[in-house]
Antibody, heavy 122, light 107 residues
């Protein structure tokens, strides 16, 4: 059974750097075809794709947030870490991590973690 | 970036109704299109991947179709637990963008 859980601060101040950790079980990020992604959702708004790290350590980022995001992995700890610099109140959102499977015709997120709400406020 | 546009943004329907939600991509994405369901306060759940493949455990009343730029999610007979928000997502090229969502409400 695949499970993921997000860990990180619930409150950050403007201009600070956010560090979120996704701890997972039930799969290995070294397995071909596997990835872990981050998605966020501001309160009452739509899902926004942020970043994805592949089994071969290839990394992809949101175009609009690319300069602020870094995704890394620690295979020994079964963790993926997302950092976002220069946080602003508009970054207030629930942040999800999710397992991604890459098939011949695309990739998809399944399952997702429960999400963690991060509020940006002074 | 590929833009994904869903219609309608919201929809009222009754239990037993047949409902169709549309997703349009700003450029061709072959069949690299996924659908997710999100109930209030919960994480999204995968329903359909590569346009028409039903995820294991998802009821057969859900179906997906389309290719190129136009896609549909159909619920053949609405059940009470289906009232939720639905999102499409393209996985053709990074960044793998989501649609803005369609909120399905009880009439």
């Amino acid at each position: 059974q695949i499970t993921l859980k997000e860990f990180g601060p619930t409150l950050v101040k403007p201009t600070q750097t956010l560090t979120l950790t996704c701890t997972f079980s039930g799969f290995s990020l070294s397995t071909s075809g596997v990835g872990v992604g981050w998605i966020r959702q501001p309160p009452g708004k739509a899902l926004e794709w942020l970043a994805l790290i592949y089994w071969d350590d290839d990394k992809r980022y949101s175009s609009s947030l690319k300069r602020r995001l870094t995704i890394t992995r620690d295979n020994s700890k079964n963790q993926v870490v997302l950092t976002m610099t220069n946080m602003d109140p508009v970054d207030t959102a629930t942040y999800y991590c999710a397992h991604s499977w890459f098939g011949k015709q695309g990739n998809w997120f399944d399952p997702w973690g429960h999400g963690t709400l991060v509020t940006v406020s002074s | 970036d590929i833009q994904m546009t869903q219609s309608p943004s919201s929809l009222s329907a009754s239990v037993g109704d047949r409902v169709t939600i549309t997703c349009r991509a700003s450029q061709t994405i072959s069949n690299s299109l996924n659908w997710y369901q999100q109930r209030p306060g919960k994480a999204p759940k995968l329903l359909i991947y590569v346009a028409s493949s039903l995820q294991t455990g998802v009821p057969s009343r859900f179906s997906g179709s389309g290719s190129g730029t136009d896609f549909t999610l159909t619920i053949s007979s609405l059940q009470p637990e289906d009232f939720a928000t639905y999102y499409c997502q393209q996985s053709y090229t990074s960044p793998y963008t989501f649609g803005q969502g369609t909120k399905l409400e009880i009439k």
